[in-house]
Each structure stands twice: as structure tokens, then as C-alpha cells.
């Protein structure tokens, strides 16, 4: 569900002037000058990448024969032929040499030794090149001290390229943390400071600890960014910022750094600047969530609050709530499901609206004096058929919060667009909120690529390398594993109905129990998650929804069950899903009551091929634990047991990134942790690193995918090719057995996978250049306030556009500053206005200074706040402007339309000051 990840907040600068009458403008005024177009970052690649094979692998494999024979003694010792560059496997061995040489040195000589390199590098980030062998040879030897974690060759690899500016993909478990604190201690020698940015508060918090004895040792200091948006909280703020390494949330980090864009005065920025990045999961950052905007708002003040008509959107509540499943076509716009009538809803549409206002049968409800209830229909539509309680957002006392798709986890700073978000609370029972305000946007592709060097680690970049270096110019750098992986990866089961597909993999959960043998279930949303542990706590109903898959299985229960065959009789027998959940749970009271006629029901599946009999051998079910968007603050600890003896954890796809699963010898016996997808997720990248949760370092464990024919990421897939899916697959068992019908299956899996990614990189190629555009026009904005923030005397910037504009109108200049002919220096008569205005008002020239730059900031401000609306319009059209082939107007038009928007600003500061002057 597309939506603006939004911060709020309450501040309001002070000194904001009220805009004047409008006056006569000149016709003519200089723009703001357009930044250049940045060039992409000059990372030191090394040579092997570009002898590489396309996919943007980082290898030796087209090196030719001699180059290999002077590092095959190497290559052969570290375990990383075939992966890494010869550059880097040469740093490895300067490095090592290196540290050998430094085994007898103390703690404090060291960290002498390390002081000295930042005289060397002297802020000048171009020498870093010249002391990371040197660094990292100190690091390492004070990491073994202080922390007792030797680094192994993978993570001094890894902090090698990461220093070059590289994206490292190293598999989970493999020491990221250590990797890129041993990169953040060579990089902090520049003393501009070094920003390490996490997925979560939890993680920033832990690794900051976790690496503090080493970075004390080195005479480093370590901020952490609180993940508090609270005013209260900046001067801490400012404290992290100014460390030599900081820790925060990538998204904390990135509001910060909008907000400071939004001030009147240097000093209440808490950024120093953004000089290095190291970002971890840096793939999930700039491709699962980056069509998500940032956006900065603010709730609006007493007077400027926009008009919300609680009455209409109740009305329009009640006309919808008058519209049936079967009234409406949910299709997909880009990402976002958007619903349209069918020719019988808009009849029925027509009747309830004609109902609720009170209007005579035959009237027409497309008057304009309806508008207001027609505009709302649209939004309410969507806010009860497009967006989904438990996936899109979950409902908290007082609000509703929403769920990141990527991550799973609850937003509460963001907001859906366009009135969306109040139909939402409205059919949730909460009052309409105020719409608030945009002060700054922007996005975490342009956050990072303000950063003067930017690198990060990934688990996975599988199919993802070309996109990484062609929109974000970041090569890939891949790192073996340390020990080769013992996961047993086994093939999916393909079940014909959703409600089998979840009783087997229930079945199997209790079985692996049974044993001992810990399990980590995977859903896709936080409705799914709780459907699940429902269902593990209670087998016998796993049994009965199993048995209302369809009608035929349904007939074969009430047949085996006592007193059941009147079920069949109900409407939800004969109904869609949702009904036939109600009938799932009287049936399982009739198997609690008759357990004889469940066991008949269970040998039945059990002869078409489906084993549940462990369902019931544990009818009193188990208690799991579940970790969702609802109780994310338990994430640490609830994954941090899923490797005990018998643990059950139900997770959505969170499922607890970057954080350390202990698996106990006597539980790797039992075969390690057994991960269970339920469906698989739109990205492959994203099927990897759940799996990746078993058979951490070397270990063994196993993963299995649970599926059916209507899971959700196949919608992915035409109209045409999920009926010929549907067609072929009809008529089998309860879980597909057949060869043929697995492969297709299979290959329809990963088509629709293909296409979903495709449809997303799309986007993004798409998106991105528009979104370059606003960033050339917000740098361009921020350069202007920056000028203005420290320019001494503000009139001179509001001088020097009269005057040019003088040079070509003087006549209206004149007029509109009350002037005579006989002033032929007009900024210089006026330049005398001014200071006759402020002698006679008693005001000062520092405080005419600051009348004066507030008055600049607030035009600009306002102007570009204007700007913005007008991009998000444009932004939210992107992808079906691409369908239509007219993307090409695109940069162009934003631009145009910027161009006319600094020409107005300058004319309405101009204008101001004139009123000023007048009164």
C-alpha cells in the first residue's frame, strides 16, 4: 500500500510575516540558478569489476592466467578464490602482515599509532586510500583485546571494500556488525564523522555497545541518534551528531536530515553535514522501500487549519458500507490497489447516496451541490476494499498505525495521501485528524546520495547489482561464507486451497515439536500471523477450516462427523472464504464433541495424500509466540529464542533482521532451526534472507515453503495466465503430488516473482529521474536559505533583483516603491528608504537584518511547500505516465514549473518589501 512515510511535528518557526495585498509585480526577474547535475561518486572500483561478468559480481574469473599465478598461494589460503578482487585479496595480505608486526604492541600505543593516521588524512577523505591498510591492521589487533572476536579474513574484506565505497554482501550470520565497525574506525580518521544507520533503534543501541571497548581503545567517540522526534531531544541529538561514529535508524537519520532543511537558523541544525555512510540491509533501503517518500509535515495551526467535514465523511461511510464485495473491481495502479464499480454498484452507489442525503427517488446525485459527498465516496471506497486492517495498518486504542510492506513493521509516523488516512479512521470509529502540512520531502535514495562516500552490507543482492550501479552508482563486492552453509533448503508443498496449505505446514510444525526441534513461521502480514497462531493454539479448528476448502471436503466431514450434515444446508457452505470462517468454527466444536468422526475426517486426507494426523496428536494445540507489527517492541528477545529446544515463533517478514539466533549443539542434533514460509514474498531477495535465518555460520537447519494457487504475490501474474493456472491445476488432490503440475506451478511462481520485480524496478527507474528533478530544485532551494541563513545583510539579496529588474522596467519599479523620476539609483534610493523606515520604527540593524531573512525564508518556504504539492501529483501519475509514453515531459515540465515558481517567490518578496516599506 503506497503511502507517505511521514514525520510529524508540532514546531512552528517564529518571525514568520503575513503575507501582504497583492501589488502590480515587474515582469521580468532572475531565477535562482539550477545546480549542475551531479556526476555519480567516484568509487575506486577495482579492476577486476570491470573484467566481471555483467551481473556486477566482484571476481577474478576474467583475469587472464598470469595475473591469477602471482595470488593463487593466497587465494588458497584465505579460502576466497573466485569472490574477491586481487587488489583487495593484496590489501588482505598488507593488512595481516601488518598486524602480525603490531601483536606486541599496548593498548595505549596503538591507539598513538591510530592518532597519528588522522594527522595524516588531515579531514582530507581523497588520503583515506593511503591509511586503511594501516588502520584496519590496528583495528583488528585492538578488536582481538578489547572485544575477543579475532576478525576473520571475510569481515576485513569486507571493511576493505566498504572503505572504497562498495556495497558488500555478506551472508547473515557472517560478523556485519564487526565488519562495518572495523570500516567505520578507518573511515572516522577523516574526523568529519562517520554515520552507521540500521534498520531499527534496537539494533543502533546494540552494536554501538557491543563495539564500544573497541572504539574507546582507539580514542574514538560513538553517538547514538535517539529514535525520538521530540524537540526535547535535540541538543542530545546535536551531541551523537558530533561523534567521530554514529549509530541511529536509518529513518531517524533521515527525517533529521529534512528537518534541518527546514530551519531559519544555523544553529538549530543537529547535522554537521553528511560525510560518510556506512548502511546496513543498504538493498532493503534503496530498493524495497524506495518508492516510499519522505515526507517532514507539521499538524496546522489554529489559523490555517484545512476544512475537515467530519458529517461528509461519515456519509460517505454509510453509502459504501451499502456496496457488497461483488459490487466492486480492486485493480492494481502501480503497487496500490485502487477499486472501481461495476455497472450494478454504481446503480446501488446512486440509491444509498440518494438515501443518505435525503434526496426523491430518480434525482440525480451528480448536481453540484453532491460534489462534496462524491469527492469522499472515492477515498471511502478504498479505505474499506483497497486497504486492509492487519496488512496495511493495525488499530490501536486511539489511532491507526500503518505497516511497512517491506519490512513488515508498524510506520506511526506515516500517513496515506490524499484524505485516505481519515477514511480510513472513520471507518475504524476515530475521529477525522487535521490534514497536515508539508514542510520538506524527499527520499532515502536522495538522503544517501547527499553522502559524500556511501557504502553498506547486504545479505542478499541477488538480481539486484545492475540496478544498484546504474541508479545509485554502488558496486557489489560478494564475500564467501566462512564455513559452507549446512541448510537443507526442501521443495515447496503446493496445496489446492489456502486452509490446507496452512493445516499441513501446522502438521508439520507439531511433528518437528514433537522432538524438540525449534520453528520459525513466516506470513506476509500481521492478519496472517495472527490467523496462524489461532490455529496453532487450536489444531481441531486447523481440521475444519481445512475441511471448508471446498465443498466436496466439506460433504466428506459432514458425512464423518456427527450431527454435521446440516451444515452443508447453510448460506456460508455455499459462500465465498470469508463466510465459510464462521463455518469453520462450528464444525470444530462438532469435532471437539465427537472425535471419532475428526479421526475418520483426518484418514480420508490422509488416503488422498494430506498427513494432519499430528494434529490430532496435540489437540490442546501450542503456544507460540508471534512477533508482528503489533508487538514489535518484544522483536530482540522473541528472536533471539527461536533457536531453543521446542521454541515456536510466528513472525511476519521482519522476522527479526540483524539479530543473533543462538542455536544450542543439543538443538543443531535435532537438525538446527526449521524456517516454514507461508506463501513467498513478491522479491526473491526477500525468500533468501528469511531462509537465511536457519543455518547461520556454517550451521545446519532447513527451510520449506508452504503455497497454493491463491496466494497473493500470484496476482502478479495476468488475468489469463492465473485462469490457465487454475485450469490446469483443478481437479487434483488436496496438495499437488503431480510432476507436471509441480513444474507448472513452479515456473508460475517464479514468473509471477519475475514479474512483480520487474514491475518494481520499473517504478523505480521511472520514479528515481523525477524524483532527481526535485532534488536538483530542493538543492537548489537549500542553497538559496543557506545564503540567505548566513548572508549578513538580507537587503542585499532583495537589491540585487530589483536590480536587474530595474535595468529593464525602472519605471514600474519606481511605482511600485512609491519612487520619483528623479531617482535614478533606484536600489539605492530605496537601500535609503530602509533605513529611513527603520531610524524612524527605532529598530536596529541586526534586527532589520533578522526581519528581513525571515521574511525571505517564509516566501520561500511557502513557495516551495507549493512546489512540492505539485510533484506529489505529478509523482502519484508516474506509473501510468510511463504506460502512456509521456515520461519524457516529465523533468522538463517540473522544471518549467520551477522556473516559475522562483520568479513568483522573488516577485512576492519583493512585493512584501515594498508593502513593508508603505505602511
Known amino acids: 500500500m503506497g503511502h507517505d512515510v511521514s514525520r510529524l511535528g508540532g514546531r512552528q518557526p517564529v518571525g514568520r510575516c503575513v503575507d501582504a495585498n497583492p501589488i502590480a509585480r515587474p515582469k521580468q526577474s532572475r531565477v535562482l540558478q539550477m545546480p549542475e547535475a551531479p556526476t555519480p561518486k567516484a568509487h575506486s572500483t577495482p579492476s577486476s569489476t570491470r573484467a566481471s561478468s555483467s551481473n556486477g559480481v566482484v571476481g577474478i574469473r576474467g583475469a587472464t592466467r598470469g595475473a591469477l599465478g602471482g595470488i593463487r598461494a593466497l587465494k588458497a589460503a584465505t579460502g576466497l578464490e573466485g569472490f574477491v578482487s586481487p587488489k583487495d585479496l593484496r590489501r588482505l595480505r598488507e593488512v595481516r602482515a601488518k598486524q602480525a608486526s603490531l601483536a606486541g604492541e599496548s593498548l595505549p600505543a596503538l591507539a598513538a599509532r591510530f592518532g597519528r593516521l588522522r594527522g595524516i588524512v588531515d579531514g582530507d577523505h581523497d588520503k583515506i586510500d593511503r591509511v586503511t591498510v594501516e588502520a584496519l591492521a590496528i583495528a583488528n589487533v585492538v578488536a582481538e583485546r578489547t572485544l575477543g572476536q579475532p576478525p576473520r579474513d571475510e569481515q576485513v574484506i569486507a571493511a576493505i571494500a566498504m572503505a572504497r565505497g562498495s556495497a558488500v554482501e555478506l551472508a547473515t550470520g557472517e560478523g556485519k556488525t564487526l565488519a562495518v565497525g572495523l570500516a567505520a574506525s578507518a573511515l572516522a580518521l577523516t574526523g568529519e564523522g562517520v554515520h552507521v544507520m540500521t534498520a531499527n533503534h534496537y539494533l543502533a543501541d546494540r552494536d554501538s555497545k557491543n563495539l564500544a571497548p573497541m572504539f574507546d581503545a582507539l580514542e574514538l567517540s560513538v553517538g547514538l541518534v535517539a529514535d525520538d522526534f521530540s524537540s526535547s531531544r535535540y541538543d542530545d541529538k546535536r551531541d551523537a551528531y558530533r561523534a567521530d561514529i554514529t549509530y541511529g535508524n536509518v529513518a531517524t537519520m533521515a527525517f533529521d536530515w529534512l528537518e534541518d532543511q527546514t530551519w531559519w537558523r544555523k544553529e538549530a541544525r543537529v547535522m554537521r553535514g553528511l560525510p560518510t555512510a556506512l548502511v546496513d540491509e543498504l538493498d532493503h533501503i534503496l530498493l524495497d522501500t524506495a518508492l516510499e517518500p519522505l515526507v517532514l509535515s507539521r499538524f496546522p495551526s489554529p489559523g490555517e487549519e484545512t476544512e475537515i467535514d467530519a458529517h461528509v465523511l461519515e456519509q460517505a461511510k454509510l453509502v459504501v458500507d451499502r456496496l457488497e464485495e461483488r459490487d466492486v473491481v480492486v485493480y492494481l495502479e502501480g503497487d496500490s490497489p485502487k477499486p472501481i464499480l461495476t455497472d450494478s454498484g454504481l446503480a446501488k452507489m446512486e440509491a444509498a447516496v440518494r438515501d443518505v442525503l435525503g434526496l426523491p427517488d430518480g434525482a440525480s446525485v451528480w448536481e453540484e451541490a453532491h460534489l462534496a459527498i462524491l469527492a469522499e465516496l472515492r477515498v471511502a471506497m478504498e479505505a474499506r476494499f483497497a486497504v486492509r486492517p492487519g496488512r496495511d495498518y493495525i488499530r490501536t486504542k486511539d489511532d491507526i498505525v500503518l505497516v511497512s510492506q517491506a519490512t513488515g513493521r508498524p510506520n506511526p509516523a506515516a500517513r496515506l495521501r490524499h484524505g485516505l488516512h481519515n477514511a480510513v479512521r472513520v471507518r475504524e470509529g476515530l475521529p477525522p485528524e487535521p490534514n497536515a502540512i508539508p514542510i520538506a520531502m524527499g527520499s532515502y535514495h536522495h538522503f544517501l546520495s547527499a553522502y559524500g562516500h556511501l557504502a553498506g552490507t547486504t545479505a542478499t543482492a541477488n538480481g539486484a ?455
Open 465 to 919: 547489482a545492475e540496478e544498484l550501479r546504474d541508479l545509485h552508482q554502488l558496486s557489489i563486492t560478494r564475500i564467501p561464507t566462512h564455513r559452507e552453509s549446512k541448510r537443507t533448503d526442501l521443495p515447496d508443498r503446493i496445496f489446492a486451497h489456502p486452509t490446507l496449505r496452512d493445516a499441513a505446514a501446522i502438521a508439520d510444525l507439531i511433528r518437528r515439536n514433537e522432538r524438540g526441534q525449534p520453528v520459525l513461521i513466516s506470513t506476509v502480514s500481521v492478519e496472517a500471523s495472527k490467523r496462524m497462531a489461532n490455529l496453532v493454539r487450536d489444531p481441531i479448528l486447523a481440521i475444519a477450516h481445512a475441511a471448508c476448502s471446498s465443498s466436496a471436503l466439506l460433504a466428506v466431514a459432514a458425512e464423518r462427523v456427527e450431527d454435521a450434515d446440516e451444515l452443508l444446508g447453510r448460506p456460508e457452505a455455499r459462500g465465498d472464504d470469508r463466510r465459510r470462517a464462521s463455518l469453520a468454527d462450528s464444525l470444530a466444536e462438532r469435532m471437539r464433541e465427537d472425535p471419532e468422526g475428526a479421526r475418520a475426517f483426518v484418514a480420508f486426507l490422509a488416503d488422498q495424500g494430506l498427513d494432519l494426523s499430528p494434529l490430532l496428536a496435540r489437540p490442546e494445540g501450542l503456544a507460540p509466540r508471534v512477533l508482528n507489527a503489533e508487538n514489535h517492541a518484544e522483536e530482540a528477545g522473541i528472536i533471539e529464542s527461536a533457536g531453543q529446544g521446542g521454541a515456536v515463533i510466528i513472525a511476519t517478514q521482519m522476522a527479526g533482521r540483524g539479530v543473533h539466533i543462538d542455536v544450542p549443539d543439543a538443538v543443531l542434533e535435532l537438525g538446527g532451526l526449521h524456517v516454514i514460509g507461508i506463501e513467498r514474498k513478491d522479491s526473491e531477495r526477500l525468500d533468501l534472507q528469511l531462509v537465511g535465518r536457519s543455518g547461520r555460520c556454517g550451521e545446519i537447519g532447513s527451510s520449506q515453503f508452504y503455497l497454493s494457487p491463491a496466494d497473493a504475490f500470484l496476482t502478479h501474474l495476468s488475468a489469463a495466465d492465473r485462469r490457465a493456472l487454475g485450469e490446469r491445476l483443478s481437479g487434483d488432490r488436496p496438495e499437488l503430488t503431480s510432476t507436471l503440475r509441480r513444474f507448472l506451478f513452479s515456473r508460475a511462481v517464479k514468473s509471477a516473482q519475475q514479474h512483480a520485480q520487474m514491475r518494481a524496478a520499473s517504478q523505480r527507474y521511472t520514479t528515481v529521474p523525477l524524483d532527481e528533478s526535485l532534488e536538483f530544485q530542493r538543492k537548489a532551494v537549500q542553497k538559496f536559505r543557506d545564503e540567505t541563513i548566513e548572508h549578513a545583510d538580507p537587503l542585499e539579496l532583495i537589491l540585487g533583483w530589483i536590480g536587474e529588474w530595474a535595468a529593464v522596467e525602472p519605471d514600474e519599479v519606481r511605482e511600485l516603491f512609491g519612487l520619483d523620476a528623479s531617482d535614478r539609483d533606484v536600489v539605492a534610493a530605496i537601500r535609503a528608504r530602509v533605513a529611513a523606515h527603520d531610524a524612524k520604527a527605532g529598530v536596529g540593524a541586526e534586527d532589520s537584518a533578522d526581519f528581513l531573512r525571515d521574511m525571505i525564508l517564509y516566501h520561500v518556504d511557502d513557495a516551495w511547500l507549493g512546489q512540492l504539492h505539485e510533484h506529489e501529483l505529478l509523482r502519484n501519475t508516474a506509473f501510468m505516465r510511463t504506460r502512456l509514453n509521456t515520461w519524457a515531459d516529465h523533468t522538463f515540465d517540473t522544471s518549467v514549473e520551477f522556473l516559475k515558481m522562483c520568479q513568483a517567490m522573488q516577485e512576492t518578496i519583493v512585493d512584501r518589501l515594498a508593502f513593508h516599506l508603505a505602511n
